[in-house]
């Protein structure tokens, strides 16, 4: 197992920035990809960002939001600028194992118009 646990959600106005975390424990040889993910109430789960080498982004956040990992501390990061409502969200963090996935609870994010 891997738990994943996700930090620094908020609430914050439409254009300000949050930068969300996520750590990895447990058995972590083998991580090799990251991903996350975000669904907003009543929507299905969509994938937001990933990252391997590189980083990689939906449309919706590409240019908005960057993914970063820290392998010293097993730790992913989003940072997310000029937020809008509509990426209020429930953020949940995804990490990937030798084919296996696993996930944190998820962390908050509430953007005000």
């Known amino acids: 197992q891997v738990p994943l646990v996700e930090s620094g959600g908020g609430l914050v106005q439409a254009g300000g920035s949050l930068t969300l975390s996520c750590a990895a424990s447990?058995?972590?040889?083998?991580?090799?990809?990251w991903n996350w993910y975000r669904q907003a109430p009543g929507k299905q789960r969509d994938w937001v960002a990933g990252i391997t080498t590189r980083g990689r982004y939906a449309d919706s956040v590409k240019g908005r939001f960057t993914v970063s990992r820290d392998n010293a501390k097993n730790t992913v990061y989003l940072q997310m600028n000029s937020l809008k409502p509509e990426d209020t969200a429930v953020y949940y963090c995804?990490?990937?194992?030798?084919?296996?996935?696993?996930w944190g609870k998820g962390t908050l994010v509430t953007v005000s118009s």
């Open positions: 447990g058995s972590i040889a083998g991580l090799n990809a």
């Open positions: 995804n990490a990937v194992k030798w084919g296996m996935e696993f």
